[in-house]
């Protein structure tokens, strides 16, 4: 009859493996497995019980073949054959083989902590020599953070935003959450040869000059953008580019599925050929930088993400529908409020300040308001400032 056998994990320091004896466990096969055991280092290997009618290990790692010779020379096929069951060492072996969850570490399974995330030896030293966010580390950031100016906070301004954000002193704005709009009264279509394009980029990126400017040593860019897909701009990258080239640290990149699979209905190009096939997405990105350094300082009775929220957002792709109230803000482009809700708990403390230079209909500003924190709206209509006005301040 086959041995009974069986394994359970105990906690994160071994495996413990359990074979059932039926013919007892005599004196000469107890010593030549204390012989065997001396051969292994006690924290990978070891017999935690010897008994007449169980063998019980502890086992974190073994180098499976290594044992299997340690074993096989206690095997005497000829006792085996006559008493029936075969020899101890047989089912030892047999015992570990069968546990199916393991890693290799050279010669060894790993049957303990082998999914965890391995740590680096020496990292410190090694992101020294390497180069941490390498392409950022000479940057020219003052540390020196300056209040928000009294009387600015907590209102949308209606303007130009590379004026606006010139009134603002250095390092005064915590967040900057933003989805950029996709033209400045520019005539996209007129254009054949992409100068309109490039007109648009240099706009932005002037106002994003400025955005880094005001934002503090620490603080956080949002950018909620996706590719202009019919004219083949991938914009998240001409974003990200911008940014890590003016010695911002790339610290991250969130997937925004909004589940819109109304998409699957659109033209597919060059249908059934690879001649010319159109990509469609469901998705969109926010590219996430830091100024200066990765770590935010900021009060421990400010901070209002909870454990499970933390857990939830942090993990970058983020399931939420598209804004359903368009019409209702006469705003063709809005992302919805959960996506600001998500990104200003994650990034920010209560009562910093959140700033949105195409503020657009407010959806950044009455998030931000909502949370505790103090905001600036800023966009070039008057209509949207109006909107993003009367709802900001209107709540939810």
């Not at 290799?104 to 391995?118: F, L, W």
């Not at 400045?184 to 279509?189: N, P, Q, R, S």
């Not at 009775?301 to 993990?315: G, H, L, N, R």
Request: aromatic share 12%.
């Amino acid at each position: 009859m086959a041995a009974k056998v069986r394994t359970e994990e105990k906690g994160a320091s071994y495996r413990e493996v359990i074979i059932s004896l039926e013919s007892g466990l005599g004196a000469d096969e107890r010593s030549f497995l204390l012989d065997v055991e001396k051969r292994f280092p006690r924290t990978d290997f070891s017999f935690a019980e010897l008994g007449p009618e169980r063998i019980v290990i502890n086992l974190r790692s073994v180098a499976l073949d290594d044992l299997k010779a340690c074993l096989e020379q206690g095997d005497e096929p000829e006792k085996e054959e006559a008493a029936g069951p075969p020899a101890v060492g047989s089912k030892i072996i047999r015992a570990i083989e069968n546990i199916r969850s393991y890693g290799i570490q050279g010669k060894k399974r790993v049957y303990v902590g082998y999914n965890a995330e391995r740590k680096v030896k020496g990292r410190k030293q090694k992101e020294a020599t390497t180069g941490k966010h390498f392409y950022a580390t000479d940057n020219p950031f003052s540390k020196q953070n300056n209040d928000f100016p009294v009387g600015k906070a907590d209102k949308g301004v209606c303007g130009d935003a590379q004026d606006v954000l010139r009134s603002l002193p250095d390092n005064c704005v915590d967040l900057i959450l933003t989805s950029p709009p996709y033209n400045f009264g520019l005539d996209y279509e007129s254009s054949t040869d992409g100068i309109e394009w490039q007109r648009y980029f240099e706009k932005l990126f002037a106002v994003f000059e400025e955005c880094i400017r005001v934002l503090k040593y620490g603080g956080r860019i949002v950018v909620n953008v996706q590719p202009l897909f019919s004219s083949y701009i991938p914009s998240h990258h001409f974003v990200s580019n911008f940014f890590t080239s003016h010695k911002l640290i790339w610290k991250g990149e969130i997937l925004w599925e909004k589940n819109n699979y109304n998409c699957k209905y659109t033209a597919w190009g060059s249908w059934k050929s690879p001649s010319n096939p159109y990509l469609k997405y469901t998705w969109e990105f926010l590219e996430i930088f830091a100024k200066g350094s990765l770590r935010k300082q900021g009060r421990r009775e400010d901070i209002d993400i909870t454990a499970e929220e933390f857990k939830k957002w942090v993990v970058a792709k983020w399931s939420i529908a598209p804004e359903k109230d368009m019409n209702k803000y006469e705003h063709p482009a809005m992302f919805p409020e959960e996506l600001a809700y998500r990104a200003i708990k994650l990034f920010s403390f209560e009562n910093d300040v959140v700033l949105d230079p195409f503020n657009g209909a407010g959806t950044s500003t009455a998030v931000a308001r909502h949370l505790g924190r103090r905001f600036l709206g800023i966009d070039i209509s008057k209509d949207y400032c109006d909107t993003a006005r009367r709802r900001t301040h209107a709540g939810l």
